[in-house]
Protein backbone atom coordinates (compact mmCIF):
# COMPACT_ATOMS: atom_id res chain seq x y z
CA UNK A 1 0.00 0.00 0.00
CA UNK A 2 1.10 3.44 -1.11
CA UNK A 3 2.20 5.18 2.33
CA UNK A 4 0.53 8.67 2.46
CA UNK A 5 2.79 11.95 2.71
CA UNK A 6 1.65 14.82 5.28
CA UNK A 7 2.92 18.03 4.97
CA UNK A 8 4.87 19.53 8.16
CA UNK A 9 3.18 21.53 10.42
CA UNK A 10 3.07 25.47 9.94
CA UNK A 11 5.41 27.73 11.86
CA UNK A 12 4.19 31.24 12.76
CA UNK A 13 4.87 33.53 9.74
CA UNK A 14 4.24 30.79 6.98
CA UNK A 15 3.02 31.78 3.88
CA UNK A 16 -0.76 30.45 3.21
CA UNK A 17 -2.15 30.79 -0.68
CA UNK A 18 -5.94 31.96 -1.25
CA UNK A 19 -6.96 30.84 -5.05
CA UNK A 20 -10.04 30.82 -6.56
CA UNK A 21 -10.26 27.06 -8.26
CA UNK A 22 -14.00 27.50 -9.11
CA UNK A 23 -16.75 29.85 -9.21
CA UNK A 24 -16.41 33.81 -8.61
CA UNK A 25 -16.01 35.43 -4.92
CA UNK A 26 -15.88 39.10 -3.74
CA UNK A 27 -13.43 40.79 -2.11
CA UNK A 28 -15.99 41.43 0.58
CA UNK A 29 -16.83 37.72 1.47
CA UNK A 30 -13.48 36.87 2.04
CA UNK A 31 -12.12 39.78 4.38
CA UNK A 32 -13.43 37.91 7.36
CA UNK A 33 -11.83 34.73 6.60
CA UNK A 34 -8.62 36.20 5.26
CA UNK A 35 -8.34 38.38 8.63
CA UNK A 36 -9.13 35.20 10.47
CA UNK A 37 -5.47 33.88 9.09
CA UNK A 38 -3.51 36.39 9.93
CA UNK A 39 -4.92 36.68 13.34
CA UNK A 40 -3.65 33.30 13.37
CA UNK A 41 0.06 34.32 12.63
CA UNK A 42 0.11 33.49 9.36
CA UNK A 43 0.40 35.28 6.18
CA UNK A 44 -1.68 35.41 3.31
CA UNK A 45 -0.61 35.54 -0.21
CA UNK A 46 -3.33 35.90 -2.91
CA UNK A 47 -4.06 34.44 -6.16
CA UNK A 48 -3.35 36.61 -9.24
CA UNK A 49 -7.12 35.64 -10.22
CA UNK A 50 -8.35 35.48 -6.91
CA UNK A 51 -11.41 37.97 -7.65
CA UNK A 52 -11.30 37.44 -11.45
CA UNK A 53 -15.03 36.77 -13.28
CA UNK A 54 -15.20 34.83 -16.04
CA UNK A 55 -19.05 34.36 -17.19
CA UNK A 56 -19.25 31.42 -19.31
CA UNK A 57 -22.79 29.32 -18.56
CA UNK A 58 -21.06 30.07 -15.10
CA UNK A 59 -19.68 32.81 -13.21
CA UNK A 60 -15.79 31.22 -12.75
CA UNK A 61 -13.38 33.10 -11.01
CA UNK A 62 -11.49 33.45 -14.66
CA UNK A 63 -10.74 31.48 -17.56
CA UNK A 64 -9.71 27.74 -17.25
CA UNK A 65 -6.32 29.24 -18.07
CA UNK A 66 -6.62 31.43 -15.55
CA UNK A 67 -7.46 28.98 -12.72
CA UNK A 68 -4.68 26.28 -13.99
CA UNK A 69 -1.97 29.34 -13.42
CA UNK A 70 -2.81 30.29 -9.95
CA UNK A 71 -3.34 26.93 -8.43
CA UNK A 72 -0.17 24.88 -10.31
CA UNK A 73 1.41 28.78 -8.89
CA UNK A 74 0.52 27.67 -5.32
CA UNK A 75 1.21 24.32 -5.68
CA UNK A 76 4.76 24.58 -6.98
CA UNK A 77 6.02 28.20 -5.20
CA UNK A 78 8.58 26.99 -2.65
CA UNK A 79 7.28 29.97 -0.39
CA UNK A 80 3.99 28.58 -0.02
CA UNK A 81 3.70 26.75 3.21
CA UNK A 82 -0.52 25.89 2.52
CA UNK A 83 -3.45 26.46 0.26
CA UNK A 84 -6.83 27.59 0.79
CA UNK A 85 -9.34 27.47 -1.54
CA UNK A 86 -11.88 30.48 -1.57
CA UNK A 87 -14.94 28.72 -2.66
CA UNK A 88 -15.84 25.44 -4.38
CA UNK A 89 -19.35 25.57 -6.75
CA UNK A 90 -17.86 24.08 -10.31
CA UNK A 91 -14.78 24.09 -12.04
CA UNK A 92 -12.32 22.05 -10.46
CA UNK A 93 -12.83 19.56 -13.52
CA UNK A 94 -11.32 21.86 -15.73
CA UNK A 95 -7.91 21.97 -13.97
CA UNK A 96 -7.15 18.47 -12.80
CA UNK A 97 -5.85 17.29 -16.32
CA UNK A 98 -3.07 20.24 -15.66
CA UNK A 99 -1.91 20.07 -12.64
CA UNK A 100 1.89 20.38 -11.99
CA UNK A 101 3.56 18.89 -8.93
CA UNK A 102 7.18 19.43 -9.62
CA UNK A 103 7.90 21.22 -6.85
CA UNK A 104 4.98 20.04 -4.80
CA UNK A 105 6.52 16.52 -4.48
CA UNK A 106 10.05 18.31 -2.74
CA UNK A 107 7.78 20.46 -0.54
CA UNK A 108 3.56 19.10 0.13
CA UNK A 109 1.88 21.79 1.30
CA UNK A 110 -1.84 21.31 2.85
CA UNK A 111 -4.54 21.89 0.35
CA UNK A 112 -7.37 22.95 1.92
CA UNK A 113 -11.67 23.04 0.93
CA UNK A 114 -14.24 20.87 0.36
CA UNK A 115 -17.58 20.98 -2.02
CA UNK A 116 -16.04 20.70 -5.71
CA UNK A 117 -12.21 20.59 -4.36
CA UNK A 118 -12.91 16.96 -3.61
CA UNK A 119 -11.61 17.16 -7.29
CA UNK A 120 -8.60 18.43 -6.59
CA UNK A 121 -7.70 16.49 -3.17
CA UNK A 122 -9.15 13.52 -5.31
CA UNK A 123 -5.93 14.04 -7.45
CA UNK A 124 -3.43 15.03 -4.89
CA UNK A 125 -4.37 11.45 -2.91
CA UNK A 126 -3.59 9.47 -6.32
CA UNK A 127 -0.48 11.10 -5.84
CA UNK A 128 0.38 10.02 -2.59
CA UNK A 129 -0.52 13.39 -0.60
CA UNK A 130 -2.98 14.09 1.97
CA UNK A 131 -5.46 17.29 2.21
CA UNK A 132 -7.98 18.85 4.72
CA UNK A 133 -11.67 18.10 3.53
CA UNK A 134 -12.74 21.99 5.51
CA UNK A 135 -14.17 25.03 5.24
CA UNK A 136 -13.22 27.11 2.01
CA UNK A 137 -12.49 30.67 3.14
CA UNK A 138 -16.02 32.35 2.00
CA UNK A 139 -17.93 30.17 4.44
CA UNK A 140 -16.46 32.44 6.97
CA UNK A 141 -18.83 34.78 6.56
CA UNK A 142 -21.94 32.84 6.73
CA UNK A 143 -22.24 32.75 10.15
CA UNK A 144 -20.52 28.90 10.46
CA UNK A 145 -18.86 28.19 13.87
CA UNK A 146 -15.18 29.14 14.89
CA UNK A 147 -14.58 25.47 15.83
CA UNK A 148 -14.41 24.92 12.05
CA UNK A 149 -12.02 26.80 11.61
CA UNK A 150 -9.86 26.58 14.53
CA UNK A 151 -9.25 22.70 14.16
CA UNK A 152 -7.93 23.30 10.50
CA UNK A 153 -5.76 25.76 12.41
CA UNK A 154 -5.18 22.68 14.87
CA UNK A 155 -4.28 20.49 11.53
CA UNK A 156 -1.81 23.14 10.08
CA UNK A 157 -0.05 23.27 13.26
CA UNK A 158 0.30 19.41 13.50
CA UNK A 159 -2.40 18.02 15.53
CA UNK A 160 -4.32 15.39 14.05
CA UNK A 161 -8.14 15.44 14.65
CA UNK A 162 -10.25 13.73 17.36
CA UNK A 163 -13.73 13.40 17.02
CA UNK A 164 -16.42 12.02 19.92
CA UNK A 165 -20.20 12.61 18.88
CA UNK A 166 -23.58 11.09 20.20
CA UNK A 167 -24.99 7.63 17.95
CA UNK A 168 -27.74 8.33 14.99
CA UNK A 169 -30.51 6.12 15.12
CA UNK A 170 -29.21 4.77 11.67
CA UNK A 171 -25.43 3.94 12.82
CA UNK A 172 -24.35 0.38 12.46
CA UNK A 173 -21.59 -0.78 14.97
CA UNK A 174 -18.16 -1.95 14.82
CA UNK A 175 -14.62 -0.49 14.95
CA UNK A 176 -12.56 0.20 11.73
CA UNK A 177 -9.47 1.37 11.06
CA UNK A 178 -8.26 2.69 6.95
CA UNK A 179 -7.33 5.29 4.78
CA UNK A 180 -10.31 7.94 4.32
CA UNK A 181 -11.07 8.96 0.97
CA UNK A 182 -14.11 10.79 -0.36
CA UNK A 183 -15.68 13.95 0.47
CA UNK A 184 -18.92 15.52 -2.31
CA UNK A 185 -20.83 13.10 -3.30
CA UNK A 186 -21.38 14.69 -6.04
CA UNK A 187 -17.46 15.26 -7.23
CA UNK A 188 -17.08 11.52 -6.27
CA UNK A 189 -19.53 10.57 -8.63
CA UNK A 190 -18.54 12.61 -11.32
CA UNK A 191 -15.11 10.96 -11.30
CA UNK A 192 -16.37 7.48 -11.24
CA UNK A 193 -14.66 5.35 -13.84
CA UNK A 194 -12.08 8.78 -14.86
CA UNK A 195 -8.24 7.61 -13.73
CA UNK A 196 -8.55 10.72 -11.03
CA UNK A 197 -11.30 8.39 -9.53
CA UNK A 198 -10.63 7.51 -5.89
CA UNK A 199 -9.63 4.03 -5.07
CA UNK A 200 -12.13 2.47 -2.90
CA UNK A 201 -10.46 -0.86 -1.91
CA UNK A 202 -10.80 -1.34 2.34
CA UNK A 203 -10.95 2.38 2.86
CA UNK A 204 -13.31 3.92 4.81
CA UNK A 205 -15.87 6.28 2.63
CA UNK A 206 -16.93 9.93 3.50
CA UNK A 207 -20.13 11.60 1.71
CA UNK A 208 -22.14 14.60 2.25
CA UNK A 209 -23.93 16.96 -0.17
CA UNK A 210 -26.09 19.88 -1.16
CA UNK A 211 -28.74 21.02 -2.95
CA UNK A 212 -29.83 17.54 -4.39
CA UNK A 213 -33.14 15.94 -5.76
CA UNK A 214 -33.75 13.33 -4.03
CA UNK A 215 -33.80 10.88 -7.10
CA UNK A 216 -30.48 12.62 -7.81
CA UNK A 217 -29.36 11.39 -4.62
CA UNK A 218 -30.17 7.88 -5.10
CA UNK A 219 -29.06 7.80 -8.93
CA UNK A 220 -25.64 9.06 -7.52
CA UNK A 221 -25.86 6.33 -4.81
CA UNK A 222 -27.01 3.67 -7.64
CA UNK A 223 -24.07 4.36 -9.44
CA UNK A 224 -21.72 4.06 -6.35
CA UNK A 225 -23.24 0.32 -6.02
CA UNK A 226 -23.17 -0.26 -9.35
CA UNK A 227 -19.40 0.46 -9.89
CA UNK A 228 -18.77 -1.82 -7.02
CA UNK A 229 -18.04 0.61 -4.17
CA UNK A 230 -20.21 -0.39 -1.38
CA UNK A 231 -18.59 -4.31 -1.63
CA UNK A 232 -15.17 -2.25 -1.73
CA UNK A 233 -14.65 0.07 1.04
CA UNK A 234 -14.89 -0.96 5.34
CA UNK A 235 -17.36 1.79 6.55
CA UNK A 236 -18.78 4.82 5.41
CA UNK A 237 -19.13 8.53 7.29
CA UNK A 238 -22.69 10.43 6.14
CA UNK A 239 -21.98 14.29 6.74
CA UNK A 240 -24.21 16.98 5.65
CA UNK A 241 -27.29 16.43 3.30
CA UNK A 242 -29.03 19.52 3.28
CA UNK A 243 -30.92 21.75 0.88
CA UNK A 244 -32.64 18.89 -0.24
CA UNK A 245 -35.70 17.65 -2.56
CA UNK A 246 -38.00 20.34 -2.53
CA UNK A 247 -38.02 23.38 -0.25
CA UNK A 248 -41.59 23.92 -0.48
CA UNK A 249 -42.32 19.74 0.51
CA UNK A 250 -39.50 19.12 2.26
CA UNK A 251 -39.60 20.26 6.39
CA UNK A 252 -36.19 19.40 6.86
CA UNK A 253 -34.85 21.52 4.17
CA UNK A 254 -32.45 23.18 6.24
CA UNK A 255 -31.53 21.03 8.48
CA UNK A 256 -27.95 20.26 8.48
CA UNK A 257 -28.32 16.48 7.95
CA UNK A 258 -31.85 15.79 6.03
CA UNK A 259 -33.83 12.95 7.33
CA UNK A 260 -35.17 11.59 4.27
CA UNK A 261 -31.88 11.69 2.43
CA UNK A 262 -29.95 9.58 5.37
CA UNK A 263 -33.39 7.02 5.40
CA UNK A 264 -33.16 6.94 1.35
CA UNK A 265 -28.89 6.23 1.96
CA UNK A 266 -29.64 3.42 4.84
CA UNK A 267 -32.18 1.71 2.33
CA UNK A 268 -29.26 1.33 -0.37
CA UNK A 269 -27.00 0.23 1.89
CA UNK A 270 -28.90 -2.10 3.35
CA UNK A 271 -27.57 -5.79 2.05
CA UNK A 272 -23.87 -4.58 2.82
CA UNK A 273 -21.96 -5.53 6.28
CA UNK A 274 -19.70 -2.64 6.79
CA UNK A 275 -20.10 -0.68 9.95
CA UNK A 276 -21.80 3.36 9.06
CA UNK A 277 -21.56 6.62 10.85
CA UNK A 278 -24.56 9.11 10.33
CA UNK A 279 -24.50 12.45 11.27
CA UNK A 280 -20.85 13.40 11.02
CA UNK A 281 -20.14 17.54 11.37
CA UNK A 282 -18.91 18.14 8.04
CA UNK A 283 -20.32 19.06 4.91
CA UNK A 284 -21.97 22.54 3.58
CA UNK A 285 -23.51 23.07 7.09
CA UNK A 286 -22.55 25.02 9.88
CA UNK A 287 -20.11 23.29 12.41
CA UNK A 288 -18.03 21.82 9.50
CA UNK A 289 -15.22 19.88 11.24
CA UNK A 290 -12.41 19.08 9.39
CA UNK A 291 -11.38 15.75 7.49
CA UNK A 292 -8.29 14.20 6.80
CA UNK A 293 -8.58 13.04 3.12
CA UNK A 294 -6.08 10.28 2.90
CA UNK A 295 -5.53 10.28 6.71
CA UNK A 296 -5.71 6.79 8.36
CA UNK A 297 -8.85 7.00 10.45
CA UNK A 298 -9.77 4.76 13.43
CA UNK A 299 -13.28 4.62 13.87
CA UNK A 300 -15.24 3.13 16.96
CA UNK A 301 -19.41 3.08 16.33
CA UNK A 302 -20.75 2.38 19.39
CA UNK A 303 -23.61 3.88 22.24
CA UNK A 304 -20.71 6.59 21.07
CA UNK A 305 -18.72 7.08 18.33
CA UNK A 306 -15.04 8.19 18.30
CA UNK A 307 -13.04 8.83 14.94
CA UNK A 308 -9.41 9.57 15.55
CA UNK A 309 -6.93 10.08 12.51
Known amino acids: M???IFPKALKKGAKIAVISPAGAVDATQLEKGIQLIKSKGFETVLGEHLY??????????????????DINWALNDKEIGAIWASRGGYGCQHL????????????PKWYIG????????SYLLKKGFASIHGQTIKTSSFGVTDESYDLIFDI????????????HKLNRK?????????????LIYALLGTKYSFEFKDKILFIEDIGENFYALDRMIMSLELAGVFSKIKGLVVGGMTNMGDEKDNKDYEASFDGFAYKLIAERISKY?????????????????PLL???????????KVKIDF
Request: net charge positive; glycine share 12%.
Open 52 to 69: TKFSNGYNYAGTEQERIK
Open 114 to 121: YSDNTVIQ
Open 2 to 4: KKI
Open 273 to 289: KFPVVFGFPNGHIKDNR
Open 174 to 186: GNIEGELVGGNLA
Open 156 to 167: LKGKTPKYSLQS
Open 96 to 107: VQHLKLKNFIQN
Open 293 to 303: IGGTAKVKIGD
